[in-house]
């Protein structure tokens, strides 16, 4: 089963303004990590946050963790045209598993 | 650096024919690993390596096997191809393994099986 379940599946919003995308998952985690990717190609990795840390940033990209509510979300602001792409996070499990699990992801359309 | 390749970018299939994903890096990375992507399914691990001679299953396995002679090259076989594996596949690699490190993706293979 899949680790980690963003919300919502499908985001519309206009240029300028600001997307929100949750992640929950499902067991302890080591880091978590944000991907987007646009049609038809593979996925970028966008940032990383460890277990310890609560907020990074990465220029228009804000992601926060809550290790007690077993969540994470991302922000983008002042969204563009551009930013239009499915989002993934994925998680590594505590317990020594090499693995990285995705959720389904989110499509965002920013609208012009 | 070309990061991660894979070939052939689109493939044709018939049931029951076997063929080879290719996938290659040339960034010395120690993991990769092998997705799926299916429509609302997300990407689903299928094998993984932790370097050179060391292979491991994911969460789907059956049907592919893979083998990881050097750091550069990990290709992954289906065996007897069947249309549930129609799919988008990637590769993936990384310096230690994904728990602290960005997975650097390639560009994908679309596989259509009749």
């Known amino acids: 089963s899949q680790q980690g379940e963003e919300d919502p599946q499908a985001l519309s919003i206009q240029e300028g303004e600001n997307a929100t995308m949750n992640c929950s998952y499902k067991?302890?985690?080591?880091?978590l990590q944000w991907y987007r990717q646009n049609s038809g190609r593979g996925l970028v990795h966008l940032i990383l946050?460890?277990?310890?840390?609560r907020e990074k940033h990465s220029g228009r990209l804000r992601v926060t963790l809550d290790t007690s509510k077993k969540s994470s979300s991302l922000l983008i602001t002042a969204s563009r045209a551009a930013d239009t792409a499915s989002y993934f996070c994925a998680t590594i499990t505590q317990g020594g598993s090499e693995k990285l699990v995705f959720g389904k992801g989110t499509k965002l359309t920013v609208n012009p | 650096n070309a990061g991660v390749t894979q070939t052939p970018k689109f493939q044709v299939l018939k049931t029951g024919q076997s063929m080879t994903l290719q996938c290659a890096q040339d960034?010395?990375?120690?993991?990769m690993s092998w997705y799926r992507q299916d429509p609302g399914m997300g990407l689903r691990l299928i094998h993984y390596s932790v370097g050179a001679g060391i292979t491991d299953q994911g969460e789907v396995p059956n049907g592919y096997n893979v083998s990881r002679s050097t750091t550069e090259d990990f290709p992954l076989r289906l065996l007897s191809a069947a249309p549930s594996q129609t799919s988008v596949y990637f590769c993936?690699?990384?310096?230690?393994?994904?728990?602290?490190?960005?997975?650097?993706f390639g560009p994908g293979t679309r596989l259509l099986v009749l």
């Open positions: 946050i460890r277990s310890n840390e």
């Open positions: 067991t302890s985690i080591n880091n």
């Open positions: 960034m010395n990375h120690e993991y």
């Open positions: 993936a690699s990384s310096y230690s393994g994904g728990r602290q490190e960005t997975q650097y």
